[in-house]
């Protein structure tokens, strides 16, 4: 059994936003309160975090989150990225590095932005004054392991980012993140049915480096997962609104929601 957590359901502004507001949201459901993206995994003991909110310390405290075995970056925006240095309290309570995996362009964002929470296999920074994260890169169609759990990443395209999606657990799992559109080739690498699929919206009607809900539809269809969920967010994306306009198998994310799959 695998439990996942979607720790943060919103965009990179966050609902509210300072500049719209609840914009389409409806104030009143809870369910529409969304801090920035990151998405925790437990396969089985096996401690997988995607992405470093800038919401992260909150998010790990609400959940009790004290342990990771690996933290998977998706790219290098600031609204994935950017809460990397709350890794530092993982460590403190690990007593040892974490490895993080991403891309070629998203380690060089990671080295060029911090780079001093980076060391080797064999150092660990001293964790009372900053991280101490091992970067490891990963190459698209290649398969990864972290503890146990076989990791695919594939390559996402569109985005104003160099993308990547991951098929996790021997393909349970396909974890998407900001893109426009998705290759034959990305998509040929997911070999089963997935019980889960997790993809980002950002806003209904599209934007020039997002996929709106017409393409999002139509890729879960594509990948026919047992269950997918809607994440990423923005205030144009009300709660029910998108639920309603989605199949039964398809539910929209909110913060702290939990989904476990079945053996
Ligand atoms: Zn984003």
Redesign the pocket.
């Known amino acids: 059994m695998s439990k996942i957590i979607i720790l943060g359901a919103g965009?990179?502004p966050g609902v509210p936003s300072l500049s719209y507001g609840w914009g389409d949201c409806n104030p009143e459901n809870p369910k529409n309160v969304r801090s920035r993206?990151s998405v925790y995994y437990d396969f089985d003991g096996t401690h997988i975090l995607i992405d470093t909110s800038p919401d992260l310390r909150l998010q790990l405290l609400n959940n009790n989150i004290k342990h990771l075995d690996g933290v998977l970056y998706t790219h290098k925006?600031a609204?994935?990225l950017h809460g990397i240095d709350d890794l530092r309290e993982i460590n403190r309570i690990m007593l040892k590095n974490i490895n993080i995996y991403a891309q070629a362009d998203t380690i060089t964002g990671i080295r060029e932005r911090f780079s001093y929470m980076l060391t080797q296999p064999d150092h660990i920074n001293n964790v009372i004054r900053r991280p101490s994260l091992i970067p490891n890169q990963i190459e698209w169609g290649k398969t990864f392991i972290v503890k146990n759990v076989s990791i695919i990443p594939f390559e996402l395209s569109g985005h104003n980012a160099i993308s990547t999606g991951y098929i996790l657990n021997g393909g349970e799992i396909v974890h998407i993140s900001?893109f426009k559109f998705i290759s034959e080739e990305s998509l040929s690498l997911i070999k089963r049915r997935p019980k889960l699929l997790i993809i980002?919206l950002t806003t209904p009607f599209g934007q020039p480096f997002h996929a709106g809900l017409d393409e999002v539809l139509k890729y879960i269809e594509k990948i026919n997962p047992e269950h997918a969920i809607i994440n990423?967010m923005a205030a144009e994306c009300d709660y029910d609104a998108i639920n309603a306009k989605t199949p039964d198998n398809v539910e929209a994310a909110y913060d702290n929601m939990i989904f476990e799959t079945k053996d």
């Open positions: 965009a990179a993206t925006h609204d994935h900001d980002p990423h």
